[in-house]
């Protein structure tokens, strides 16, 4: 787990361990409208890193969102069903894995 840490904006919250046997650790990206990295996955979903209770733990969603990295095919059937475009939304995979991998 990276612990250097160029975030200055916000205070970030305590995520939970990932329990789960992840092979892979997902990239930290800007998903939920920081222009810094504020999406984080936790079991192949995202949470965002600055919402948080009085206590400093994430917040679990109501929403669900897919991680597209882990669980990219339920993250590409969620564009589809928003009709988003996928060729769009595999370009800005792309890039995400280029910049904060
Ligand atoms: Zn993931």
Same mark, same amino acid.
């Given at each position: 787990?990276?612990? *250097?840490?160029?975030k !200055? %904006?916000t205070?970030q919250? !305590? =995520?939970?361990?990932? !329990?789960?046997? /992840? ?5 930290e990206f800007p998903y939920f409208g920081a222009?810094y990295p504020d999406a984080r +996955? =936790?079991?192949?979903? &995202?949470?965002d890193m600055d919402? +948080?209770?009085? %206590?400093? @733990?994430?917040?679990?969603? *109501?929403?669900?969102?897919? +991680?597209?990295? +882990?669980?990219? *095919? %339920?993250?590409?059937? @969620?564009? $589809?069903?928003?009709?988003?475009? &996928? !060729? %769009? /939304?595999?370009?800005? =995979? *792309?890039? =995400?894995?280029? $910049?904060? @991998?």
């Open positions: 787990m990276s612990t *250097d840490n160029k !200055t %904006e205070e919250c !305590t =995520i939970p361990s990932v !329990t789960s046997s /992840a092979v892979e650790q997902c990239p222009r +996955c =936790i079991d192949g979903y &995202l949470h919402s +948080c209770d009085e %206590e400093g @733990n994430v917040y679990i969603m *109501d929403e669900m969102h897919p +991680c597209p990295f +882990c669980n990219k *095919d %339920e993250f590409m059937q @969620n564009q $589809k069903d928003n009709e988003e475009d &996928l !060729t %769009e /939304a595999q370009g800005w =995979i *792309d890039r =995400i894995k280029t $910049k904060y @991998n």
